[in-house]
T-cell receptor
Framework: DADVTQTPRNRITKTGKRIMLECSQT?????MYWYRQDPGLGLRLIYY???????NKGEISDGYSVSRQAQAKFSLSLESAIPNQTALYFC???????????FGSGTQLSVL | AQSVSQHNHHVILSEAASLELGCNYS??????LFWYVQYPGQHLQLLLK??????LVKGIKGFEAEFIKSKFSFNLRKPSVQWSDTAEYFC????????????FGSGTQLTVLP
């Protein structure tokens, strides 16, 4: 079983729709992250969380929100999706900020 | 703000050729440095990392990287690439002792021709 599981793997939606991407991890780590990957831009941090009560904005948080439902679960929401949010989204977790990141398999989101 | 530059966006090599991918960062303090690899259709995996000590670090699959502090660089190398090395490679930097998070470069797509 994967250490970091993301659902769904693929999603196509329309502009204006609300979308939730889910992530769960079995590593027992406190730290969880949401990144988006765009060609030529690498990975950019959307939100991160150090524990259930600690949520922080990353460099591109506008248009996104997150919820840390439990230590193992961290979901990303797009309240009203727009086409430039079409991207590959990765959830990740680590034990400490300078430690190896464990990534999920990604969610390819297309907003039409 | 800190930044990470990978100037080579796409590198094409033949099998057995030597590889060097550039990574430069802008941060004046102590840093932890990483190279991640993303094989086609897969998630990112750690290739190697540098925290301190010997500036030449060895990673998995025959990769190595050299930290040159004076040049703010952490270039990735492999003496002889294989077709299976075809992937996207990301450099990442974490400023030690700060509240900042890991910053990734824009990535370099490596294509190895058989």
């Amino acid at each position: 079983d994967a250490d970091v599981t993301q659902t769904p793997r693929n999603r196509i939606t329309k502009t204006g729709k609300r979308i939730m991407l889910e992530c769960s991890q079995t590593k027992g780590h406190d730290r969880m992250y949401w990144y988006r990957q765009d060609p030529g831009l690498g990975l950019r941090l959307i939100y991160y969380s150090f524990d259930v009560k600690d949520i922080n904005k990353g460099e591109i948080s506008d248009g996104y929100s997150v919820s840390r439902q439990a230590q193992a679960k961290f979901s990303l929401s797009l309240e009203s999706a727009i086409p430039n949010q079409t991207a590959l989204y990765f959830c990740a977790t680590n034990r400490a900020p300078n430690e190896k990141l464990f990534f999920g398999s990604g969610t390819q989101l297309s907003v039409l | 703000a800190q930044s990470v530059s990978q100037h080579n966006h796409h590198v094409i090599l033949s099998e057995a050729a030597s590889l060097e991918l550039g990574c430069n960062y802008s941060y004046g303090g102590t840093v932890n440095l990483f190279w991640y690899v993303q094989y086609p259709g897969q998630h990112l995996q750690l290739l190697l990392k540098y925290f301190s000590g010997d500036p030449l670090v060895k990673g998995i699959k025959g990769f190595e990287a050299e930290f040159i502090k004076s040049k703010f660089s952490f270039n990735l190398r492999k003496p002889s690439v294989q077709w299976s090395d075809t992937a996207e490679y990301f450099c990442a930097v974490f400023p030690s002792g700060s509240a900042r998070q890991l910053t990734f470069g824009s990535g370099t797509q490596l294509t190895v021709l058989p």
